[in-house]
């Protein structure tokens, strides 16, 4: 526990607030970074907090097009071409988070230059106090983790919460889902939750497994039946929860999620204990679980069938805040002898326009891109 005292003390200082007062108060130089878009309304978040005492030094775009585009109040703007010859760079290069934003800070590391999220400070401060609050469970989950880079994956997710510097997310070296031994196997009977187009049950299927995947978006579970059928596996277009029910969704891609706000779309849910019953499926070995925050309760409605079976799991952590301590703890509850691991992905370029893929390469940044996002809980 010695290191998660020592990351308390270090959060503290490392609150969002404290870093933004700091910044005021010491007049330390910054920079702002526009992005891949240039647009003004950023620009002008930054020319207000100048306003305010900010010692903002320079705007930062990618190329000249970009500068042309923008106002800057007299504030120099220079391109990331001319950033790298600055003499004297700032000591901090702020941004408003988007896609392009966050994923470039990698950019300014290597002239060792911080890089901040600008956020709403009293959005930051509540959540802050809201980790805070659940100290308690956040160190319980901590210690169910034995191997050291679990632990430090932890704590760097902690790190960057409350602080909104990227800089601190450690990413895990093997593809998402295959940290072994919490893989899927030979012979497993395989649950994909969240199959979206079917490729991870692809993947699954080649190791040997047995797999029923379900997606609650219909469009993505047209285009999962369709591998289904080609490679013979079981698709589902249904929803995991804890109990059968029918409910709206926002249909986005990867990233449909369930809504009690209502929608234009509606999908049928299911729990895996029913699922299980009502299909003769003999045993689960292996659960893996993507379904944008809905993860605590498809686990509750797979309780029989965890207690029964002790499936080995990844399910990702990452959609709602409290996930870093509820998943792991719900778990535990019903095993006690599960053990644990965690680790965080960073994604690849695919999922970006071609400008951003050739800003990169032209960059010499690394083909694999820092997000918030693919934090998996490992269970054996």
């Given at each position: 526990?010695?290191?998660?005292?020592?990351?308390?003390?270090?959060?503290n200082?490392?609150?969002?607030?404290?870093?933004?007062?700091?910044?005021?108060?010491?007049?330390?130089?910054?920079?702002?970074?526009?992005?891949?878009?240039?647009?003004?309304?950023?620009v002008?978040?930054?020319?207000?907090?100048?306003?305010?005492?900010?010692?903002?030094?320079?705007?930062?775009?990618?190329?000249?097009?970009?500068?042309?585009?923008?106002?800057?109040?007299?504030?120099?703007?220079i391109?990331?071409?001319?950033?790298?010859?600055?003499?004297?760079?700032?000591q901090?290069?702020?941004?408003?988070?988007?896609?392009?934003?966050?994923?470039?800070?990698?950019?300014?590391?290597?002239?060792?230059v911080?890089?901040?999220?600008?956020?709403?400070?009293?959005?930051?401060?509540?959540?802050?106090?809201?980790?805070?609050?659940?100290?308690?469970?956040?160190?319980?989950?901590?210690?169910?983790?034995?191997?050291?880079e679990?632990?430090?994956?932890?704590?760097?997710?902690?790190?960057?919460?409350?602080?909104?510097?990227?800089?601190?997310?450690?990413?895990?070296?093997?593809?998402?889902?295959?940290?072994?031994?919490?893989t899927?196997?030979?012979?497993?009977?395989?649950?994909d939750?969240?199959?979206?187009d079917?490729?991870?049950?692809?993947?699954?299927?080649k190791q040997?497994?047995?797999?029923?995947?379900?997606?609650m978006?219909?469009?993505?579970?047209?285009?999962?039946?369709?591998?289904?059928?080609?490679?013979?596996?079981?698709?589902?277009?249904?929803?995991?929860?804890?109990?059968?029910?029918?409910?709206?969704?926002?249909?986005?891609?990867?990233?449909?999620?369930?809504?009690?706000?209502?929608?234009g779309?509606?999908?049928?849910?299911?729990?895996?204990?029913?699922?299980?019953?009502?299909?003769?499926?003999?045993?689960?070995?292996?659960?893996?679980?993507?379904?944008?925050?809905?993860?605590?309760?498809?686990?509750?409605?797979?309780?029989?069938?965890?207690?029964?079976?002790?499936?080995?799991?990844?399910?990702?952590?990452?959609h709602?805040?409290?996930?870093?301590?509820?998943?792991?703890?719900?778990?535990?509850?019903?095993?006690?002898?599960?053990?644990?691991?965690?680790?965080?992905?960073?994604?690849?370029?695919?999922?970006?326009?071609?400008?951003?893929?050739?800003?990169?390469?032209?960059?010499?940044?690394?083909?694999?891109?820092?997000s918030?996002?693919?934090?998996?809980?490992?269970?054996?």
């Amino acid at each position: 526990m010695k290191e998660f005292i020592k990351t308390l003390s270090e959060m503290n200082n490392l609150r969002y607030s404290k870093t933004m007062q700091e910044l005021f108060m010491k007049k330390i130089p910054c920079g702002f970074f526009v992005g891949l878009d240039s647009e003004q309304f950023k620009v002008n978040n930054a020319l207000v907090l100048k306003q305010n005492g900010l010692n903002l030094q320079h705007v930062i775009v990618l190329d000249d097009p970009n500068r042309a585009a923008i106002k800057c109040d007299g504030v120099p703007v220079i391109t990331l071409k001319e950033f790298e010859s600055l003499p004297e760079k700032p000591q901090w290069v702020l941004y408003i988070n988007t896609n392009s934003e966050a994923t470039l800070c990698e950019f300014f590391y290597r002239f060792n230059v911080k890089a901040l999220q600008l956020g709403d400070s009293l959005g930051m401060e509540r959540y802050c106090d809201f980790i805070y609050q659940h100290l308690g469970e956040i160190a319980e989950v901590y210690q169910l983790f034995k191997d050291e880079e679990s632990r430090l994956t932890y704590l760097g997710m902690l790190k960057r919460r409350v602080s909104n510097q990227i800089c601190y997310y450690r990413f895990a070296v093997e593809p998402q889902y295959w940290l072994a031994p919490f893989t899927v196997a030979e012979g497993d009977i395989a649950i994909d939750g969240g199959a979206y187009d079917g490729n991870t049950a692809i993947d699954f299927l080649k190791q040997g497994a047995t797999v029923y995947s379900f997606e609650m978006d219909h469009k993505n579970y047209q285009k999962c039946l369709q591998l289904a059928e080609k490679y013979h596996f079981t698709a589902e277009n249904l929803g995991l929860s804890s109990r059968e029910s029918t409910a709206s969704y926002v249909s986005q891609g990867s990233g449909s999620y369930m809504t009690s706000m209502g929608g234009g779309e509606v999908a049928k849910f299911i729990d895996l204990d029913t699922y299980v019953s009502r299909h003769d499926v003999p045993r689960i070995d292996y659960i893996k679980l993507d379904i944008e925050g809905a993860e605590l309760d498809c686990l509750k409605g797979a309780a029989k069938s965890i207690i029964r079976w002790k499936p080995k799991m990844a399910v990702c952590a990452y959609h709602k805040p409290e996930d870093i301590w509820t998943l792991a703890r719900y778990i535990k509850s019903l095993r006690s002898d599960y053990e644990f691991a965690f680790r965080h992905y960073s994604i690849g370029c695919g999922l970006f326009s071609e400008t951003f893929i050739n800003l990169r390469n032209r960059f010499n940044m690394n083909p694999r891109v820092p997000s918030d996002w693919e934090m998996v809980l490992y269970c054996k």
